[in-house]
């Protein structure tokens, strides 16, 4: 009695109209087509391989062969004793061939796939006669997901049949499907970690990691260019051969602390240098710290990082500074030729004549330009936090201190300048300690005793009379001297009172453009009472006026015809200059000036012919106001 899944394929074959003497494939794959075939099957043909070639040597010299196919039927390799070999491509039984029922008829291996599941299949219960000669025992092989991707088999002749020769071919069918899952796994895996590498390469620290022995374990290539040293050299050594401090990195994690950029200095094969650490835990089983992951960084970097978010990058540069006064160059010309020098800057002038423009001019012409810049205001700085703002702070130093302690604006500009505005405010205690600062070029944190080293350019700067404050005993006199080194004198605006109407055209366009609103027209009588106020405000008190007349259209009252004195409370109530009285002024001396001609006198004043017109009409300018009127019969 047939197998019910004989049985099964038998009607299939029928109802596809197979042919009882087919002798050949239907479908064989030759050619481009089947090393195409093959290249898309090559991991399932490697992975078979091995167990093709241990199932043939179990039956090797007694009349079998072993045939692997995909999932659709297609053989993709043949192996087995010459004999048997011969009469099986006699039969067109090689790779490129389909086994399919569709094709071929009731066999091991398209009946394996049709039904799913091991099938023997000896003699005449092959559906075609040409195979009636042969026994086949086939095995579906099936991928990660459970999904039949191919089959196995190994025929004989039908005489020869066996039991246990199924057997050998489902244990092999199975063998590769696991070698298939693990090799999905490992190539999952590889994957993983070629993934893992490449973050860790590209983070720009230096990154390694130590068992609790302080065995070093791995690096990356950023902590090799950091230390100066081969993959081989840094194997060889132990972490805490690298950096003082390694217990309490060790300490601090078993206590489950947190180790966060912490300053370290890392001895490398020529030298001593500084890097700021952070730490991180690998717990094992049962929650036991097995391994320590360690991030370098180099200190200039942080400082820089800190730079860009603080915003304090010094952004001018002298060709950005508008002036042509020859008193004004000279000051500019002495401040390029001195922005190479280390030695201390002190700048003075009254409030608002650009001090600290000229800082950050100075500092981006000099060569700490790539470096940072920190501008600190003492005048601002709460007296009890001056000191921690300046040098920074150990951890506990004061209440609310953050965990690790913090650098102080001294120790995030190291390279680079600081500017300390209003230096006369800075307390005498302060002074003290800037003026150590200056002297022996090393900095205490808030809480703490070690010397961190610095290097740092200083430009102060001051309203102030500081030798008058040395006489009131506000202003120590050593670091008035320490500070004054190279002195740097601004002029006020009204000393410069030629360089008044390019700064005001330069603040109208870019005001405007902040503001989206339309540049308003200076004319000649306005550009003179504005060259003839005093401007006790200097260039801040100039671009608040401009931004005034933008955004009312109106001049401030301050200047008025014959009144150029600081305006009060009561007198600036709404009086100003109706800037339309101003713009049909402007026409009419146009039109005299030009004799009337409408087009030229519109070309002028910068405006269309017909904007004119409309103007014209709107301030009521009659023709009779000028001897002629050229085109007046446009006017409509």
């Known amino acids: 009695m047939r197998a019910p899944y004989i049985e099964r394929s038998h009607k299939r074959c029928m109802e596809l109209c197979v042919p009882l003497d087919r002798i050949y494939s239907a479908r064989i794959m030759t050619g481009q087509e089947l090393q195409k075939k093959l290249e898309e099957q090559r991991e399932l043909i490697l992975t078979a391989g091995p167990f093709m070639d241990q199932l043939y040597n179990f039956v090797k010299g007694s009349g079998f062969f072993a045939m692997l196919t995909d999932g659709a039927g297609c053989l993709l390799n043949v192996i087995g004793d010459q004999e ?118 590209s983070l720009v620290a230096g990154i390694m990691t130590s068992d ?56 490398t094969n020529t030298d001593k240098l500084q890097f700021s650490l952070s730490a991180y835990p690998v717990y094992g089983g049962e929650n036991e710290l097995q391994e320590i992951i360690y991030v370098f960084k180099e200190i200039k970097r942080i400082r820089k990082l800190a730079n860009r978010i603080m915003g304090s990058k010094a952004i001018y540069t002298f060709d950005k500074i508008i002036g042509r006064n020859e008193r004004f160059l000279e000051v500019i010309d002495y401040s390029k030729k001195v922005a190479d020098s280390k030695s201390t800057i002190l700048i003075t002038g009254e409030s608002g004549t650009g001090k600290e423009v000229f800082a950050q001019a100075i500092h981006n012409c000099g060569n700490r330009k790539e470096e940072p810049f920190i501008a600190i205001n003492c005048g601002a700085i709460p007296r009890n936090l001056m000191e921690s703002e300046l040098f920074g702070y150990e951890e506990g130093a004061f209440t609310g201190a953050k965990r690790g302690g913090a ?119 306005i550009m003179s009472r504005l060259v003839s106020y005093d401007w006790p405000g200097n260039i801040r008190e100039l671009e608040n006026v401009i931004e005034r007349i933008i955004n009312t259209q109106k001049l401030p009252a301050e200047f008025r015809a014959g009144s150029y004195q600081q305006v009060t409370t009561e007198n600036a109530v709404e009086e100003c200059l109706d800037l339309e009285q101003m713009e049909a002024s402007l026409i009419r001396k146009a039109l005299r000036k030009y004799d009337g001609n409408i087009t030229v006198a519109a070309k002028a004043l910068g405006i269309g012919r017909n904007t004119l017109y409309r103007k014209m009409e709107k301030y009521h300018i009659e023709c009779s106001e000028t001897e002629q009127c050229i085109e007046m019969e446009h006017i409509k």
């Open 407 to 525: 650098a102080g604006k001294f120790e995030i500009a190291d390279g680079g300048t600081v500017m300390l505005d209003e230096i006369g405010e800075m307390p005498v205690d302060m002074q003290t300690k800037l003026l150590r600062v200056i002297e022996e070029g090393v900095i205490s944190r808030v809480g703490g005793t070690k010397q961190i080293p610095i290097d740092v350019r200083i430009i102060a700067a001051t309203n102030k009379n500081l030798l008058q404050e040395v006489e009131k005993g506000n202003f120590r006199l050593d670091l008035y001297y320490r500070l004054n080194v190279l002195p740097i004198h601004l002029p006020a605006l009204r000393e410069r009172r030629d360089d008044i109407p390019e700064i005001a055209r330069y603040f109208m366009r870019t005001v405007s453009r902040r503001l989206n609103k339309k540049e308003v027209q200076l004319d000649d009588e």
């Open 212 to 267: 609790m022995s302080g065995k070093i374990i791995m690096m990356n290539k950023n902590a090799l260019d950091m230390f100066g040293m081969s993959q081989k050299e840094m194997l060889n050594k132990q972490i805490y051969q690298l950096f003082e401090g390694w217990e309490k990195v060790t300490d601090t994690l078993k206590a489950k602390e947190a180790f966060h950029e912490e300053d370290v200095y890392v001895k």
């Open 84 to 201: 048997i070999l011969s009469e099986a491509f006699g039969l067109k039984m090689i790779p490129g061939a389909y086994m399919d029922e569709e094709s071929i008829g009731t066999n091991a291996m398209g009946t394996a796939i049709a039904e799913g599941m091991p099938v023997q299949i000896s003699g005449q219960e092959h559906f075609v006669t040409a195979y009636h000669r042969w026994t086949c025992s086939g095995a579906p092989i099936r991928n990660p997901k459970g999904q039949i991707i191919g089959s196995l088999d190994l025929t004989g002749y039908s005489e020869n049949v066996h039991s246990h020769t199924l057997g050998m071919v489902v244990a092999a069918a199975d063998a590769i499907g696991k070698m298939l899952v693990i090799g999905e796994y490992n190539s999952k895996l590889a994957f993983a970690n070629k993934h893992f590498e490449t973050i860790i390469e």
